[in-house]
T-cell receptor, first 115, second 115 residues
Framework: ETGVTQSPTHLIKTRGQQVTLRCSSQ?????VSWYQQALGQGPQFIFQ???????GRGNFPPRFSGLQFPNYSSELNVNALELDDSALYLC??????????????FGSGTRLTVV | AQTVTQSQPEMSVQEAETVTLSCTYD???????LFWYKQPPSRQMILVIR??????QNATENRFSVNFQKAAKSFSLKISDSQLGDTAMYFC????????????FGTGTRLTIIP
């Protein structure tokens, strides 16, 4: 079975720009969550998607938005980039809603640098 | 709101020795899940072990075991017969039983296994 795949692996953007990060969840997984991991910190929950609907959101401003597609792949969009958005963005999938308690499958992340 | 505290930023141990990583958490919930995730240099979070709060028995997975003290809100990870491949960041994480399935992570402990 394939794991969680994220693209791109690294990205450099300029302050004020917009960025789209992509995630292909593990085969058969319909629930996807996104996390932001700043340098030296633990990951922070951004939001979760289940069957194309947002199912919970962390303490992030509206310029962080997401999509989930019918094939359960997902995108994280960030508008008006700020320097503090520089971080590792992790995608995690689980088999179905309610299954995250058994553990998530994480991708290797996208390292975003905002200059 | 839940908080997770890992008070050991860095630890090192000789190969084959035993090491214990500490984690405390704060919550008003009675039922929840606790996890230890490992993040090697590849950046991918890997589930090491999980514990359900309603279970008194401590979880064990091969060389990994936990000491779960619910009243003290403590959840330590013991790694026996440590191996070079155990070198990584280790994150303790909390998930409520009800509501969205977000993980609340600690700030991590960097573990180095010395040959």
């Amino acid at each position: 079975e394939t794991g969680v795949t994220q693209s791109p692996t690294h990205l450099i953007k300029t302050r004020g720009q917009q960025v789209t990060l992509r995630c292909s969840s593990q085969s058969g997984h319909n629930t996807v969550s996104w996390y932001q991991q700043a340098l030296g910190q633990g990951p922070q929950f951004i939001f979760q998607y289940y069957r194309e609907e947002e199912n919970g959101r962390g303490n992030f401003p509206p310029r962080f938005s997401g999509l989930q597609f019918p094939n359960y792949s997902s995108e994280l969009n960030v508008n008006a980039l700020e320097l503090d958005d520089s971080a590792l963005y992790l995608c995690a999938s689980s088999l179905a809603l309610g299954q995250g308690k058994y553990g998530y499958t994480f991708g290797s992340g996208t390292r975003l640098t905002v200059v | 709101a839940q908080t997770v505290t890992q008070s050991q930023p860095e630890m090192s141990v000789q190969e084959a020795e035993t090491v214990t990583l500490s984690c405390t958490y704060d919550t008003s919930e009675n039922n929840y899940y606790l996890f230890w995730y490992k993040q090697p240099p590849s950046r991918q979070m890997i589930l090491v072990i999980r514990q359900e709060a309603y279970k008194q028995q401590n979880a064990t997975e091969n060389r990994f075991s936990v000491n779960f003290q619910k009243a003290a809100k403590s959840f330590s990870l013991k790694i026996s017969d440590s191996q070079l491949g155990d070198t990584a960041m280790y994150f303790c994480a909390f998930m409520k039983q009800l509501g969205n399935e977000k993980l609340t992570f600690g700030t991590g402990t960097r573990l180095t296994i010395i040959p």
